[in-house]
């Protein structure tokens, strides 16, 4: 089982700035990183308050299955990511409990960790990040 503290909860967004400025300025949260990760085809922006990570993402095309999965919403929910000690290790005792993964290598996410993504189809329809953090 994952026992690891949650990392964030991932928000696929459409006004970026609006969603910074509604977490920070209205809600109070403080602005930890904004990045592009290109491999991910995303901005990303992670508020905090406390020990909540919240991570706004913004499409990068428009086109791209992200933004077609947020479709006209303004904002939806897009994934939780629970962080562990040992990415590698995780996925192949994931992998052979027969939860089905999208990322069957690790690879580069926001703010440094190193990522990956279990399908929803093994995880009740919600979108899972496995998260190891370089840095502590
Ligand atoms: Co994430």
Redesign the pocket.
């Known amino acids: 089982m994952i026992d690891a503290p949650l990392d ?1 909860v ?1 928000i696929v967004v459409r006004d970026l700035d609006a969603a910074i400025a509604l977490y920070t300025t209205t809600l109070g949260f403080s602005l930890v990183y904004r990045e592009l990760v290109p491999d991910q085809g995303v901005e990303a922006v992670g508020v905090r308050t406390g020990d909540a990570v919240i ?1 706004l993402l913004r499409p990068l095309d428009e086109g791209s299955p992200i933004a077609k999965y947020r479709g006209d919403a303004q904002t939806k929910l897009h ?1 939780t ?1 629970y962080r562990v000690d040992d990415i590698r290790v995780e996925l192949e005792r994931l992998k052979r409990a027969g939860v089905r993964l999208i990322d069957e290598q690790p690879r580069r ?2 703010h440094g960790n190193t ?1 990956a993504f279990l399908h929803p189809k093994s995880t009740g329809g919600v979108l899972i ?1 496995l ?1 190891q953090r370089e840095n502590g």
């Open positions: 964030h991932a991570e994934h990511a996410g926001a990522i990040e998260c």
